[in-house]
């Protein structure tokens, strides 16, 4: 064992993985109890209402009681529960409870990060019943494992690094096609749909500052009227040079924070747009928009959560065609991620789970990626490939469950081996 996973392991025994109170005696509510109604509600540490749904493990797994995994949805805008039955979701059949939220209306901000945090507890079974968090000091509570869809990814990450709230022992972070970047969340290397050609995916970077792809948005251009998807106003590329954004011109892609009402471009997009002092009036500033995206993804946030949690896990994967990133050739979105984990300090990281998870829930195990743990990611690499499109038996979330899989075993077991031949004791 090598002198990062044995301080690992010595963590995980010594401390539990995790800070939260330990001074008040717990007695949480039981998930079990909410299988005639899987959707409730729960009292927060702040005393606001967050609602839930638990859906119950179908079969136990092969030894101790079920976990249950805390899933996080992707996306900006508010999505009510319940869920329909095409939203990802995770596999029951696996030996693991799900816990789903709903998110407030917030772009993934500090209500967001609170309410993620109040699931933590809740599945952790560190929240009593009136909302107070709670440690029972006589059972030493399990880790929990985070599953996240998309921008749920940087939720979780940015949850984990926010120094204002409680949390519980975290095991690991399984994230399936999280945008690394504000370039990357504003879709600023365009789609196949709308193609951007500034976009070259050999001038994308990633340092301890920032993750960030050179690119050339000048003349950029205040544009209105059909050329704006989502706005009465939009930036876009004046590539010709003419002062207007013609169809075949590339109209750039914002967030819209609730809070303000103002559209929020990728750092890149607003420095570029107060230069040339074209930001329309329902934009964030040059200023606001660097602050929005601090809170919400980047090196920093990363770096604050490892520190947080020396002994945290991370899974990075996703398929050969991003759900959103649809023009990207290569995993840049992917590989950019681990590398900004690894440099932030993130005790182990993996690019894709283990194929032998792969193999047992999907079979054909030499179709799947398997690159060792805490092997050194560099977004150059072309034997550095994205996992198999799904189709037909290979839904959507599979590459999730078997991260999620992955990190429970490895955390119950204390294997943080650089790969693994077959998978540990998990599974039904």
């Keep these: 064992m090598c002198q990062?996973?044995?301080?690992?392991a010595l963590f995980l025994i010594v401390f539990g993985l995790g800070c939260g109170p330990k001074s008040q005696p717990c007695s949480p509510p039981d998930p079990s109890a909410d299988l005639d109604d899987s959707i409730f509600s729960v009292t927060s540490p702040d005393g606001a209402q967050i609602l839930l749904q638990f859906d119950p493990a179908t079969q136990p797994p092969v030894s101790g009681p079920s976990?249950?995994?805390?899933?996080?949805?992707?996306?900006?805008?508010?999505?009510?529960?319940?869920?329909?039955?095409?939203?990802?979701?995770?596999?029951?059949?696996?030996?693991?409870?799900?816990?789903?939220?709903?998110?407030?209306?917030?772009?993934?901000?500090?209500?967001?990060?609170?309410?993620?945090a109040t699931a933590l507890l809740y599945a952790a079974g560190m929240l009593d019943e009136g909302g107070d968090a709670c440690q029972d000091d006589?059972?030493?509570?399990?880790?929990?494992?985070?599953?996240?869809?998309?921008?749920?990814?940087?939720?979780?990450?940015?949850?984990?690094?926010?120094?204002?709230?409680?949390?519980?022992?975290?095991?690991?972070?399984?994230?399936?096609?999280?945008?690394?970047?504000?370039?990357?969340?504003?879709?600023?290397?365009?789609?196949?749909?709308?193609?951007?050609?500034?976009f070259h995916d050999e001038r994308c970077t990633v340092t301890s500052a920032e993750i960030v792809c050179a690119m050339d948005y000048t003349p950029i251009i205040a544009a209105d009227g059909s050329r704006c998807t989502q706005t009465e106003t939009c930036l876009g590329i004046d590539g010709n040079n003419d002062g207007i954004l013609q169809q075949e011109e590339f109209a750039l892609h914002t967030i819209l924070d609730p809070s303000s009402g103002l559209q929020v471009p990728s750092i890149q997009v607003a420095a570029a747009a107060h230069i040339a002092r074209v930001l329309p009036q329902d934009f964030m500033s040059n200023a606001q928009t660097a602050d929005f995206w601090a809170q919400r993804m980047g090196p920093d946030v990363l770096k604050w959560a490892a520190e947080r949690f020396p002994g945290l896990a991370a899974i990075v994967t996703g398929t050969e065609k991003d759900h959103a990133l649809t023009a990207l050739k290569r995993p840049i979105h992917l590989t950019t991620f681990a590398m900004a984990l690894q440099q932030a300090g993130v005790a182990w990281v993996r690019l894709h789970?283990?194929?032998?998870?792969?193999?047992?829930?999907?079979?054909?195990?030499?179709?799947?990626?398997?690159?060792?743990?805490?092997?050194?990611?560099?977004?150059?690499?072309?034997?550095?490939?994205?996992?198999?499109?799904?189709?037909?038996?290979?839904?959507?979330?599979?590459?999730?469950?078997?991260?999620?899989?992955?990190?429970?075993?490895?955390?119950?077991?204390?294997?943080?081996?650089?790969?693994?031949?077959?998978?540990?004791?998990?599974?039904?």
Aim: hydrophobic share 40%; net charge negative; proline share 9%.
């Design 353 to 428: 789970p283990d194929a032998a998870y792969m193999q047992m829930l999907q079979g054909d195990v030499a179709i799947w990626e398997d690159n060792g743990a805490n092997d050194d990611t560099n977004l150059n690499d072309p034997s550095l490939s994205a996992e198999p499109e799904e189709s037909g038996d290979l839904y959507p979330t599979a590459y999730l469950n078997s991260a999620v899989l992955e990190l429970l075993d490895r955390s119950r077991v204390l294997d943080w081996s650089n790969d693994l031949d077959d998978p540990l004791e998990m599974i039904p």
């Design 138 to 198: 006589e059972t030493e509570a399990q880790p929990i494992v985070i599953a996240a869809y998309s921008n749920g990814g940087n939720l979780a990450w940015s949850t984990l690094a926010d120094p204002a709230l409680l949390l519980p022992p975290i095991a690991g972070i399984a994230t399936f096609e999280t945008p690394p970047s504000s370039q990357f969340a504003t879709l600023d290397m365009g789609t196949r749909a709308q193609q951007n050609d500034r």
């Design 67 to 116: 976990p249950t995994v805390v899933f996080v949805q992707g996306g900006w805008k508010f999505k009510a529960l319940p869920f329909s039955p095409t939203h990802p979701r995770l596999n029951p059949d696996l030996g693991f409870h799900a816990l789903y939220l709903q998110l407030p209306n917030d772009a993934r901000g500090a209500q967001s990060r609170a309410a993620l």
């Design 4 to 8: 990062t996973q044995l301080m690992r």
